[in-house]
């Protein structure tokens, strides 16, 4: 006997494959919807360092953030107001911004920390002429 046609067992397990093939096709173009990459770029010329910041996303057009002249890239834990998850973020200071950019975020803490590190080897130690990181 089966849930959705009392004679033909078949049937049952036919429907039973298409809904979870269907579900597990919209859970992939969510998935799918919501990935991106970040571009951060930066050069050094006569006036100082300028980064490039470019967030592009699926569907939709990418966001460019310019900064002049970063001093340093810092690291702040926060907390998951729902969940209470702590995660860290990335964020970048300025010398005549008060306010920072958030570079990158997440919850892999040591990935956060190696971004923070290449950008920071970039601005406070190396005379490479440009630099360039996607995550």
């Not at 939709?60 to 810092?74: F, G, L, M």
Request: net charge negative; glycine share 6%.
């Amino acid at each position: 006997m089966g849930l959705f046609h009392k004679e033909n067992v078949f049937l049952d397990n036919l429907i039973a494959i298409l809904l979870l093939c269907g579900i597990w096709s919209i859970f992939l173009l969510v998935l799918w919807l919501g990935t991106g990459y970040t571009d951060f770029s930066c050069f050094r010329s006569l006036e100082g360092v300028e980064c490039n910041l470019n967030r592009t996303y699926q569907l939709s057009q990418s966001s460019e953030i310019k900064i002049y002249n970063p001093i340093a890239v810092d690291i702040e834990d926060y907390k998951d107001p729902d969940t209470g998850t702590p995660f860290v973020k990335a964020v970048i200071r300025a010398k005549d911004v008060s306010s920072k950019v958030n570079i990158y975020s997440g919850y892999n803490f040591k990935e956060v920390y190696a971004v923070a590190k290449e950008i920071n080897d970039f601005l406070l130690s190396s005379n490479a002429p440009s630099f360039h990181k996607r995550f």
